[in-house]
């Protein structure tokens, strides 16, 4: 039966809405958010900052970060601007357009108002100084992706080798200590850095390892004070990693610096760095796709660096995309050794950036974020809003309203501070030039009925609105509006199709997921869904949830009895991408283009055909619909393509789920940059 139609989520929606964005209603508590809290707190973040701005407009010799709801001169909201408000609540809750999954979790805490790159997801900096890794590092730490590329010339390793590095764990059993970094260099020439339990000390403390030049014969990290993992950490609500991931990350970082004592750092050096920096939140993920210009330097051993990632000393490098950025279209035979490498690697890396193609469109390209929909400046950042296209057939006045809203949206999340104590500067002051948005569809697959014209209206839409915001705010114009995210988390509590992707088939066991120790799981178990543990997890287990797309045409193979399933051959997806990227973007479609070896000649023919209107998009081995995960070598799939036969059995013997007694309160798994790398990958 069509949910729809019935104004109901599916049950898959409805778990992974409580699991991801549902918080405790006071930090700490028992009581959690229902649907309707979590769309109320969104929209009185949108509400803070509506009013924060207009406050600014007329008061503009008083700073952003100045401005509060205490002063006498704060502005509210009129009739009409409330009224845009609460028709925006109702497509949020309606699930017709959706904020980032960040905003979901986060907007509307004091968290949102204080550190306020944590809203963001995308963001880019060259890795030239110091300072840039302190940014990177204190922008993973917020949870937002991190683009970046390695820069020769400055950073340097020490002085002299050090001998010795000791490691110093915390042992608390409760919350952490001293929040502040502290550094001693004693006369017995040992180096000391103790780092203090906060999320600033962590990224400021990464500052004093690179800067110091001791001549030390031993160093010694002292993790002492940062609080157990499995803490939940007040604000953020995310899980504490404890001292583990950051005690593996800092000695290896120390290693780097001791190979490169006396010269300067290389951009592998600098990728190792920021690689280990990605893991330290081991509860957590941490997004970063790495960028290099073709025919640099070091190009090659940077295009290969992944190719032994799953060693144990290269483990890091899975961190990240690492991506070769072209300003001249490349020729066949590049090409050719371009895919050789490419398939050698395991069929996705490393990923082609056209950077020609990039500039043209946003002159200040220099980058991408971890899913590449963003066209990012050094150091800039984008927030993004999506609307799922799918629950507007028949209503494209719904559809141009809904865009509108988003973008009206969206464009207040860019007048924000970034003068937050950590970050360079320049962040805010591109921000305020830029003023980058990322207006997204999903469910673009079920809308094959939209021509180019439609396309091209919606953009107008969009645009038209995120400008008419600024002009009411008396603020910069969005130098880009338009983009397409991957869409995974977000999209799936949507009920829809992911960003422009098909689905791998019609009948799917999405496999998602969930702490052992989340309340969900035993209710689910009693409602007879599979639950298995998660080979990779100790502290996880997987939840068999099943999905199926009624109304999209698919292939249909024998497997041992008919399934349907997606062989969209990778030209055609290359042509959905073009029509996409053409008509509606204005930065870049978000596209993992699945293919077979056997395509690699007709994939190099399309991308020299069309080279001066792509981008990026990101290549991946298709998965053979035919096997399971045994089959594959993998312990599970997170999307399994099953039988109509396989699905109905599976879904007979569910009950109902009294998601009323669920109070779950997960870690924030969002899979919109898992892992560094498109979240289809």
């Known amino acids: 039966m069509d949910l729809e139609v019935l104004g109901m989520v599916s049950p898959r929606a409805d778990i992974i809405t409580r699991r991801t964005y549902a918080r405790p209603l006071v930090d700490g508590g028992d009581e959690f958010e229902n649907w309707d809290d979590t769309c109320q707190r969104v929209i009185a973040h949108q509400a803070w900052l509506w009013e924060r701005a207009l406050t600014h407009k007329k008061y503009p010799e008083y700073p952003l970060h100045d401005l509060s709801e205490d002063m006498a001169e704060w502005v509210s909201l009129k009739p009409e601007q409330t009224n845009e408000l609460h028709e925006l609540y109702g497509l949020i809750y309606d699930r017709k357009l959706l904020p980032a999954g960040r905003t979901l979790w986060l907007g509307g805490t004091e968290v949102s108002r204080k550190r306020e790159s944590s809203m963001f997801n995308c963001s880019h900096t060259n890795i030239e100084t110091v300072y840039d890794v302190v940014d990177s590092f204190w922008l993973l730490l917020q949870g937002c992706g991190v683009g ?18 000791e490691i110093i764990r915390t042992t608390r059993e409760g919350k952490g200590g001293d929040e502040n970094n502290h550094e001693t260099f004693t006369e017995d020439n040992v180096w000391t850095i103790s780092v203090g339990d906060s ?9 004093k390892l690179l800067a110091g030049k001791y001549e030390a014969s031993r160093l010694v990290f002292d993790f002492s004070q940062i609080r157990p993992s499995g803490e939940r950490l007040k604000g953020y609500g995310w899980i504490s990693s404890g001292d583990e991931g950051i005690s593996l990350a800092f000695p290896s970082i120390a290693r780097i610096l001791n190979r490169r004592s006396g010269a300067l750092l290389n951009k592998l050096d600098i990728l190792d760095i920021l690689n280990w920096l990605g893991t330290v939140l081991s509860s957590r993920r941490s997004a970063e796709i790495a960028l290099c210009e073709y025919g640099s330097a070091e190009w090659h051993e940077f295009a290969t660096a992944k190719e032994r990632c799953f060693e144990d000393e290269f483990k890091h490098r899975q961190q990240s995309n690492n991506s070769l950025v072209f300003y001249r279209k490349p020729s066949r035979e590049e090409m050719i050794e371009l895919f050789d490498m490419i398939v050698r690697s ?5 990923g082609l950036v ?3 193609a990039a500039l043209k469109r946003a002159p200040w390209f220099k980058g991408l974020n971890p899913c590449a929909e963003i066209l990012l400046a050094n150091k800039s950042f984008c927030n993004l809003v999506e609307v799922d296209v799918a629950k507007y057939y028949l209503d494209t006045s719904g559809l141009h309203r809904a865009l509108t809203l988003a973008a009206r949206m969206n464009y207040r999340q860019t007048v924000v501070d970034f003068r937050d104590g ?6 805010h002051l ?3 030039f830029l003023r980058l948005c990322g207006v997204g569809v999903t469910g673009i697959i079920q809308r094959e009925d939209l021509s180019e014209f439609d396309w091209k209206s919606f953009k107008y839409s969009a645009v038209t609105a995120a400008r008419t915001m600024a002009k009411e705010l008396n603020l910069q114009h969005p130098k880009n509006v338009t983009t397409v995210k991957p869409s995974g988390t977000v999209s799936k509590i949507m009920d829809t199709t992911e960003g422009i992707h098909k689905p791998l088939g019609r009948y799917i066991f999405n496999w998602v997921n969930f702490s052992k120790s989340d309340p969900m799981v035993d209710i689910m178990k009693a409602s007879n869904y599979s639950v298995i543990d998660n080979p990779s997890d100790t502290t996880g287990c997987i939840i068999c949830l099943p ?7 698919f292939d249909t193979i024998d497997k041992g009895v008919e399934c349907e399933v997606n062989l969209d051959s990778a030209v055609s997806q290359l042509d959905r991408y073009l029509k996409i990227q053409t008509y509606y973007c204005d930065q870049n479609v978000s596209n993992t283009i699945s293919y077979d070896k056997n395509e690699v000649p007709s994939i190099i023919d399309w991308l020299l055909e069309h080279w001066d209107s792509y981008v990026a998009v990101s290549f991946l081995f298709r998965t053979d619909p035919t096997k ?3 089959d594959l070598g993998f312990d599970y799939l997170p999307q399994e393509v099953v039988t109509k036969g396989v699905y109905q059995t599976y879904l007979d013997q569910l009950l109902p789920v009294n998601f009323d007694k669920v109070h779950t309160y997960d870690e924030l798994e969002d899979d919109e940059c898992a892992t560094g790398a498109c979240p289809i990958k």
């Open 148 to 165: 970046f590329t390695p820069v020769v010339g400055t950073l340097t390793g020490f002085r002299k080798p050090i001998p010795e590095i």
């Open 547 to 553: 999905v199926e797309w009624s109304h999209i045409e």
């Open 346 to 350: 395991g069929g996705s890396e490393p």
């Open 628 to 630: 399971n995960a045994r």
């Open 430 to 432: 591109n921000n305020e």
């Open 422 to 427: 950590v970050l360079q500067e320049s962040w």
């Open 354 to 356: 056209n950077g020609e």
């Open 199 to 207: 999320a600033e000390a962590w990224a400021k403390s990464i500052g």
